[in-house]
């Protein structure tokens, strides 16, 4: 069980900046989600501690999974821009 814990830390760190940063979440909603989540794994339950771990890991890897997923669009733009700009010269 604490190596769930531990990964919830980890997954709810990135989860809060990511929803932060989008607007998704506000201070209330951080606080609000933030001590549910403590007082579950404070009352010690596996099955909602599970339940929770599972949720912030479905919303971590959806994050890292947009960021990756934009990161390539944005590679791939540059780079088919750069190609037009060296063909623009050429002519």
Do not use: Q
Not at 16 to 31: L, P, Q, T
Not at 44 to 63: C, H, K, Q, S
Not at 69 to 80: D, K, L, Q, S, Y
């Amino acid at each position: 069980m604490k190596m769930i814990i531990e990964k919830m830390r980890a997954d709810w760190n990135l989860v809060v900046a990511d929803r932060r940063a989008c607007g998704d979440w506000s201070d209330a909603d951080e606080a609000e989600i933030g001590a549910a989540v403590a007082a579950d794994v404070k009352a010690g339950d596996p099955d909602t501690i599970v339940l929770w771990a599972r949720w912030l890991a479905d919303l971590a890897a959806l994050a890292v999974g947009l960021k990756a997923a934009g990161h390539g669009a944005n590679e791939r733009i540059r780079a088919h821009l750069e190609a037009g700009k060296k063909e623009e010269k050429k002519k």
